[in-house]
């Protein structure tokens, strides 16, 4: 669905820099999420925000932060990268108003850690 | 929390021949199994999902069953297009506190012609 936006598309840094990557979306969805996908091990979330005051830490939060600046944005940032960080990201939302909604992925971003 | 394991992670079938993708899951408190599809460089999407009042589900080629006394469910794809292949997803999801998805860690799927 391209109503779940992602930029950059790709990003290559060097370690110990500062990256945010960015998630927009207008589905009017409450629920925002990032996951990173790595060869071998599926897709592994990171953080979840159920509404703009609702943050929660998923299973591989360390390393990471997020941002929800409004209901429509969703950010993650690296304070400090490093290689091991280097993955493919996806955003992606749900609906709120009723449980067990499907998710919807943005095209992800590329992140490479030099 | 929740453990989800898929298999095979890699399969190849012969065009026209029927494909099953197994996932196990440890968590009794889940209620929701969705599959995704991820085409290679594509966002993962989703194809069918089913929730745990149901044993079965199909839509056109693709169906879903779910053992919920075995915590295991599975998808089918029957008549196999060379459009299928791409790498696929389970998941399983929580309806206790604060939902979110467990997946697995795909299986990649080849059909050949």
């Known amino acids: 669905d391209a109503d779940v936006t992602q930029t950059p598309r790709n990003r290559i840094t060097k370690t110990g820099k500062r990256i945010m990557l960015e998630c927009s979306q207008t589905?009017?969805?409450?629920?925002m999420y990032w996951y990173r996908q790595d060869p071998g091990l599926g897709l592994r979330l990171i953080y979840y925000?159920?509404?703009?005051?609702?943050?929660n830490k998923g299973e591989i939060s360390d390393g990471y932060s997020v941002s929800r600046q409004a209901q429509a944005k969703f950010s993650l940032s690296l304070e400090s990268a490093i290689p091991n960080q280097t993955a493919l990201y996806f955003c992606?939302?749900?609906?709120?108003?009723?449980?067990?909604?499907?998710?919807?992925f943005g095209d992800g971003t590329r992140l490479s850690i030099l | 929390g929740e453990n989800v394991e898929q298999h095979p992670s890699t399969l190849s079938v012969q065009e026209g021949d029927s494909a099953v993708i197994k996932c196990t899951y440890s968590?009794?408190?889940?209620?929701?199994f969705p599959w995704y599809k991820q085409e290679l460089g594509k966002r993962p999407q989703l194809i069918i999902d089913?929730?745990?009042?149901?044993g079965e589900k199909k839509d056109q080629r693709i169906a879903v069953t779910l053992n919920k006394t075995a915590k295991h469910f599975s998808l089918h794809i029957t008549e196999t297009q060379p459009e299928d292949s791409a790498v696929y997803f389970c998941?399983?999801?929580?309806?206790?506190?604060?939902?979110?998805?467990?997946f697995g860690t795909g299986t990649r799927l080849t059909i050949i012609p």
């Open positions: 992606a939302t749900s609906e709120g108003r009723e449980s067990n909604q499907p998710q919807h």
């Open positions: 589905k009017g969805h409450d629920r």
């Open positions: 925000s159920f509404d703009v005051k609702d943050i």
């Open positions: 968590d009794s408190a889940s209620n929701y």
């Open positions: 089913i929730r745990s009042n149901v």
């Open positions: 998941a399983a999801r929580t309806n206790f506190g604060n939902e979110k998805l467990t």
